[in-house]
């Protein structure tokens, strides 16, 4: 193939991400434990089983589960595209219901602590995906490093999963201080996981509504309220995700509804909704 057919192949892909709106939503926590992967992934099938394109992004850049979780097995990842041996559309894995999933390293530091080149290179990676996507889900790490503050400033939507555990409410307090006062993030979509009742599940809210209000300038949303499913378990232990393994039970229910929310958001007036926009913001020098 001629070199100015691969050019123009390559400039009308750009023009095409160019016009494509994609929805950006990082699912976080403050600390581990609380169940963000799963709700992630499983989010993930559910908006794909309603007709979305969804690429999910392995952020925990140095201790990747995603696959781990869903038994995929995982030829290439990050490092090799950052090393320049793979494109970003090369190292894609496909899950259940055809949920793409950009797969990160596991044990390497260097992950954790990229430099500017390889920054450049990710936001190049993403500017020439070819894959569609509608709906960006990142799931970041746990703890309030850098990178996880990094992803959810450049996201539309940040989903903080917590449960009924003091460690939980007060990480995640942390996590909405932080990005409020230092990243201009004032509003939250909350997912109450693993309670024992829907009651349950609004007085975790209640609980931590009452401390962000009084000292947070920022406005939460209960979006679910994920119940406490022994089949989630008992998926795990089969490497499958419970929208797919239990369909019908309840916390694939409640899954589901989140789902049905989560298409209704509003996609970006502008192009701030790119892969290539979200990247930017990401590895861009902070001045606050």
């Known amino acids: 193939m001629r070199?100015?057919?691969?050019?123009?192949?390559?400039?009308?892909?750009?023009?095409?991400?160019?016009?494509?709106?994609?929805?950006?939503?990082?699912?976080?926590?403050?600390?581990?434990?609380?169940?963000?992967?799963n709700v992630t992934l499983n989010l993930a099938m559910a908006l794909a089983q309603l007709g979305k394109k969804v690429l999910v992004l392995d952020a925990d850049l140095g201790l990747?589960?995603?696959?781990v979780m869903l038994g995929l097995r995982?030829?290439?990842?990050?490092?090799?595209?950052?090393?320049?041996t793979a494109t970003l559309d090369d190292i894609l894995v496909e899950g259940p219901f055809g949920i793409k999933i950009v797969p990160a390293t596991s044990g390497s530091q260097n992950m954790?602590?990229?430099?500017?080149?390889e920054h450049a290179s990710l936001i190049r990676a993403f500017s020439e995906l070819q894959t569609p996507v509608d709906v960006l889900l990142v799931d970041t790490a746990a703890g309030i490093?850098?990178?996880?503050?990094?992803?959810?400033?450049?996201s539309q939507d940040v989903l903080v999963v917590v449960c009924d555990e003091p460690s939980s409410i007060t990480?995640?307090?942390?996590?909405?201080?932080?990005?409020?006062?230092?990243?201009g993030v004032d509003k939250f979509k909350i997912v109450a996981n693993m309670v024992r009742s829907l009651k349950e599940g609004h007085e975790l809210f209640a609980k931590l509504t009452?401390?962000?209000?009084?000292?947070?300038?920022v406005s939460l949303e209960l979006v679910a309220t994920v119940p406490h499913d022994e089949n989630v378990r008992k998926a795990a232990r089969k490497q499958k995700a419970f929208i797919e393994a239990f369909p019908k039970t309840p916390a694939s229910m409640a899954i589901k509804t989140l789902a049905l929310k989560a298409v209704k958001w509003p996609l970006p007036s502008s192009a701030s909704g790119h892969l290539?926009?979200?990247?930017?913001?990401?590895?861009?020098?902070?001045?606050?």
């Open 3 to 37: 070199n100015d057919v691969i050019a123009d192949d390559q400039a009308s892909g750009l023009r095409q991400m160019k016009k494509q709106m994609v929805k950006v939503i990082s699912v976080t926590g403050g600390k581990g434990g609380v169940g963000k992967t």
């Open 145 to 154: 490093s850098d990178m996880v503050l990094s992803f959810s400033r450049a």
């Open 64 to 67: 990747a589960n995603c696959d």
């Open 171 to 183: 990480d995640a307090y942390a996590l909405m201080k932080i990005l409020s006062r230092d990243h």
């Open 112 to 117: 954790t602590e990229l430099s500017q080149v």
């Open 210 to 217: 009452r401390v962000t209000d009084r000292f947070l300038d």
């Open 276 to 288: 290539e926009f979200f990247l930017e913001q990401l590895v861009q020098p902070q001045s606050d």
């Open 74 to 84: 995982v030829e290439k990842n990050l490092s090799h595209l950052l090393a320049g």
